[in-house]
């Protein structure tokens, strides 16, 4: 199957300080991405789909100036959580399909893991 | 949008026995139904998947029945293993829809000896 790989795997910091995400396609270009959250025994909530070279469509709730969100190539998509606050603490994943897969078939990043003190 | 709903929240069975988990689901557009597989602080894995053009898959001892007309489909697995011991979900997403998945709320299997 497809690889997505998520980086970094976890990431700790401090209250008001922004943290990158990134999610990568290793073996196939992806037009879109998305990106959800996972609190704990939560099921996977949808935050946003990135698309490459245009701007990201938000999940009604998500605050777009707070969850940044670049795709700027077929590989590659960042979340940007901006001033992190402890209740930003959660598991963050990313998914991507191959175009050429029938029907949506998607792949998941490994996901990160923020802690926000 | 569409919702999806997924039961039982928790499954508890022996080793040897059969779970079933249901999930139903809202937009009849929808047309590709996964189920995923995910370990305490792990990736979602993909176990098995349904398009809207079959009524039943089955990977050994996996197995996902669909029934369009009631929009529900479910989770069988026979002869359970304490490796099966995880949380499902299903999901659903449509064609056109921006391959978007829509997830239930997902069911922790535990498998005891």
């Known amino acids: 199957g497809a690889v997505v790989s998520q980086h970094p795997s976890w990431v700790i910091c401090k209250s008001g300080t922004s943290v990158k995400i990134e999610c990568r396609s290793l073996?196939?270009?992806?037009?879109?991405m998305f990106w959800y959250r996972q609190f704990p025994k939560q099921s996977l909530m949808l935050m946003a789909t990135?698309?490459?070279?245009?701007?990201?469509?938000?999940e009604q709730g998500v605050e777009k100036d707070k969850f940044l969100i670049n795709h700027a190539s077929l590989t590659l998509s960042t979340l940007t959580v901006t001033s992190a606050h402890p209740e930003d603490s959660s598991f963050y994943i990313c998914?991507?399909?191959?175009?050429?897969?029938?029907?949506?078939?998607?792949?998941f990043g490994p996901g990160t893991r923020l802690t926000v003190l | 949008g569409e919702n999806v709903e997924q039961h039982p929240s928790t499954l508890s069975v022996q080793e040897g026995d059969s779970a079933v988990i249901k999930c139903t689901y809202s937009?009849?557009?929808?047309?590709?139904f996964p189920w995923y597989k995910q370990e305490l602080g792990k990736r979602p894995q993909l176990i098995i998947d349904i398009r809207s053009n079959v009524g039943e898959k089955k990977d050994q001892r996996i197995a996902v029945t669909l029934n369009k007309t009631a929009k529900h489909f479910s989770l069988h697995i026979t002869e359970t293993q304490p490796e099966d011991s995880a949380v499902y979900f299903c999901?659903?997403?449509?064609?056109?829809?921006?391959?978007?998945?829509?997830f239930g709320t997902g069911t922790q299997l535990k498998v005891e000896l």
């Open positions: 990135s698309n490459e070279g245009s701007k990201a469509t938000y």
């Open positions: 937009d009849s557009a929808s047309n590709y």
């Open positions: 998914s991507a399909g191959p175009g050429h897969h029938p029907y949506n078939e998607q792949f």
């Open positions: 073996d196939f270009q992806a037009t879109t």
């Open positions: 999901a659903a997403s449509k064609t056109g829809g921006g391959n978007k998945l829509t």
